[in-house]
């Protein structure tokens, strides 16, 4: 084990043991203003991929600890809870226990229960690492954001490695998030929309406000639909649902009934594919092919701003009037819309 600073504690690819034993998330240090000094990494029986790749040997597993397990944001959530269903099908003998920081937004936390199925027992963090038995293996997935694998891998396909599986053993239609048509939706709307998403959680994700009414009406012409959407908008064809949809269960709902949606926010994207919901997804920052690749029924729209390229957050103007240049010069008459694929079971 090696002792951090609070520098390194907070951006350290992994998750943290206290002075005192106890399990620690970096991100619940990160939202407390806490003194991140003093902490250690988990020690070398903990499986952490980051440090040292690993073949799992969930043959003969009975339980496995997922500690820190899958991040703090809808979308990496959706895709970690993937990952685990896979290995759940391949593997239905095993109970996994997840251990999840403690100060994640409540609508990530929601996700967890609604997609209970999946796993056998969810607990907050801290928890004493001498509570977890030494015979059952315990995987280290904490702080992903600083691995260097999540920023060069498709994600599932990074969540698979990290759980010690080889992605291309995983078929590519068991990786579409199919789960989330499992989760109870309120009925749908009486009448048919589209849905347009157009925040991301970081404006230099989002879609520009000066663009938003041109999609719309583009939608509006091509469904001969009503168009919804998350935010004020100015157009007659346009309903704001950002009203009625509270918890994330509605999120799921409004995205599962919808007859198409466009987004720039990959967590609707992802539930979007969850549900066979045709999809056009716009990418600014981050390649489509490491959040689209095995989506069979999205249609990616691909922004040229390599100065640009990986950059998890911004809002500085500069960024933003580059990708309001790139939006602007944008042929919209153009823009390609998804069909409905084939299921494949």
């Known amino acids: 084990m090696t002792t951090l600073d609070d520098v390194h504690a907070l951006t350290h690819a992994g998750t943290l ?9 970096p991100y619940d240090l990160e939202v407390a203003h806490a003194d991140a000094s003093g902490f250690s990494t988990l020690p070398a029986d903990v499986l952490n991929a980051g440090r040292e790749p690993f073949d799992a040997d969930y043959a003969h597993a009975r339980r496995v600890h997922l500690i820190n397990a899958f991040g703090v944001t809808l979308g990496d959530s959706i895709i970690g809870l993937t990952a685990l269903g896979a290995l759940k099908r391949r593997h239905p003998h095993i109970a996994w226990t ?7 937004p409540r609508y990530v936390r929601r996700l967890y229960e609604l997609a209970a199925p999946l796993f056998d027992a969810c607990a907050d963090l801290p928890v004493a690492l001498s509570s ?16 260097p694998g999540f920023a060069t891998m498709p994600m599932i396909d990074f969540f698979l490695w990290a759980l010690g ?3 291309e053993s995983v078929a590519a239609h068991q990786k579409r998030n199919r789960w989330l048509a499992e989760v109870p939706l309120g009925a749908p709307t009486h009448e048919p929309y ?3 998403c157009p925040d991301a959680s970081t404006p230099i994700r989002s879609i520009p406000a000066a663009a938003r009414a041109r999609i719309v009406a583009r939608l ?8 919804y959407g998350f935010g004020a908008l100015d157009h007659p064809r346009y309903r704001d649902i950002a009203p009625l949809c509270i918890d994330t269960s509605d999120f799921l709902a409004w995205i599962g009934h919808a007859r198409h949606v466009v987004t720039a926010d990959t967590a609707a994207l992802h539930i979007a594919a969850g549900f066979d919901v045709p999809t056009t997804a716009f990418f ?16 990616a729209i691909e922004f040229a701003l390599p100065h640009l390229e990986g950059m ?6 500069a960024d933003l009037q580059a990708l309001e240049r790139a939006y602007r010069d944008y042929d919209w008459a153009a823009m390609p819309l998804a069909r409905a694929a084939p299921d494949i079971v």
Do not use: M, Q
Not at 17 to 25: C, F, N, T, W
Not at 284 to 299: G, K, Q, S, V
Not at 312 to 317: E, I, Q, V, W
């Open 312 to 317: 998890h957050a911004s809002a500085r103007a």
């Open 132 to 147: 977890l038995p030494a015979d059952e293996p315990k995987i280290d997935i904490g702080n992903h954001l600083f691995w």
């Open 165 to 167: 599986v080889a992605p």
């Open 194 to 196: 589209v849905l347009f």
């Open 98 to 104: 997840i251990y999840r920081p403690a100060r994640a």
């Open 284 to 299: 600014t920052t981050i390649p489509a092919h490491l959040r689209a690749r095995d989506y069979a029924n999205c249609a």
């Open 220 to 227: 509006a012409d091509e469904f001969g639909i009503d168009v």
């Open 17 to 25: 043991l206290s002075a005192d034993g106890e399990i620690v998330a």
